[in-house]
Each structure stands twice: as C-alpha cells, then as structure tokens.
C-alpha cells in the first residue's frame, strides 16, 4: 500500500522544521479512534497524523488540527481539521475502508453540515495547508504584501516547487523559504502574496527577489 509519510516528512525538511519521533501520533489512538467513530482512517491523513500528528508550530498556528479524541463523523466524512475561528470544518471522506488518498470537504460546524468540495485528493490538500500554516504563523519570519503590477516573475524558474492549489490558495516552496499567492478577494484589486522564511535573511531574499514591499 502507498506511503505518505516520506512526502510529508521531506515537507516539513524543507519549511526548515524537521519532524521528530515526538511528532507523530501513536497508531493507537488512531486504532481507538476508529473503533470509536466506527470508520477506517484513509491512508493519506493517517500517515500525516503518524509522522506529524504532534506537531504544533505548522499544525496549530492558524487553523487546528484535531487530535484523534477530538474527531467526529458526519455524513460519512471524518472531521479533523478546525478553522482558526472555528467558521469552517474540513473533513476526509470516510465512505471506503480501502481508501487511500480521498477527496476533502469543507462546511459550517452546525448539526447540519453541507458539505462543499475543497479538494480531491487529501495529501494535496494537507501540503497546501501546510504551507498556508507557515505563512500564517509557523514560519518565525513572515510578510503579506500586493504584488507587482506588471512582473515576468515566475516561481518554477527560480527553484521554486509549486504544491497545487486549494480554495484559489496555490503553494510554492523552496528550502526555508515559502510562498503563497492569492487572487484578489472582495475589495482588493491585485494578487496578494504570503510569504514566510525561517531567518530574516531568507525572507529578505523573496522580497528583494520578486519586487514587493511587505505589510
């Protein structure tokens, strides 16, 4: 059966905060959990929570990642993940024990969620999370600023790896560096990016790179 853990662990390598055997969750809670709600766990979350499920400066910083005892089923889907002002939920759909990387929804918390597709597949979902984390709050250097008006930037030509997109949210990263462009929401006219750095230097560095002046 396919594996996330490598691909998840390298993830975090990469933001600069390496995983530690205290960052994983021990299978038992997710074996208790399961006998609990009655579900079996999709591969792709379970391997995050085995290798990640700890971790709290990427996991909790924005939006919160539910521990195992905190999990719940609706509709058939399992919910694990807590909006930072708890005004949305995400959940895995829980409707096939054989499983591995099934799709994501998001809905209201209410006693009747409609659920509204985020993502169809939950590791790409879990990567571009991860990131919007970072610079959300994780990474200890970070900026938002408009980007330029007119530029020839392109991040996959200068070592950037681009993590897919969520909710218009599209992830790129490079070592301790990471990025995320947003288009323009409600009142603002031009794309914003977020960026976060593990050091002032290399956060300097996206700036002086892309042309922006940050928040």
């Not at 530690?20 to 959990?33: C, H, K, L, M, N």
């Not at 009655?38 to 290798?51: I, N």
């Not at 089923?73 to 829980?94: G, P, T």
């Not at 993502?119 to 709050?137: E, I, P, W």
């Amino acid at each position: 059966m396919k594996s996330f853990k490598k691909h998840y662990r390298s993830l975090f390598e990469d933001l600069g905060y390496p995983l530690t055997e205290r960052s994983g969750v021990p299978s038992q809670e997710i074996v208790d959990a399961e006998r609990r709600l009655g579900v079996k766990v999709p591969t792709a979350l379970r391997d995050y929570y085995l290798v990640a499920g700890k971790e709290r400066r990427l996991n909790r910083c924005h939006n919160r990642l539910l521990t195992p005892k905190q999990w719940s089923v609706h509709k058939q889907r399992l919910v694990f993940l807590d909006e930072n002002q708890s005004a949305l939920v995400w959940s895995i759909s829980a409707r096939s024990p054989k499983a591995v990387d099934p799709s994501i929804s998001q809905g209201m918390p209410d006693d009747t969620i409609d659920w509204c597709p985020a993502h169809r597949k939950c590791s790409v979902f879990l990567t571009v999370m991860l990131h919007y984390h970072a610079v959300m709050g994780g990474c200890r250097f970070r900026g938002q600023a408009d980007a330029p008006e007119e530029t020839d930037y392109r991040f996959e030509n200068h070592g950037w790896s681009c993590h897919g997109t969520v909710n218009s949210m599209t992830a790129y990263s490079r070592q301790d560096q990471v990025v995320c462009l947003q288009p323009p929401v409600f009142f603002e006219k031009r794309w914003q990016i977020f960026a976060g750095a593990k050091t002032k230097k290399r956060l300097q560095a996206i700036v002086d790179e892309i042309g922006v002046e940050y928040k």
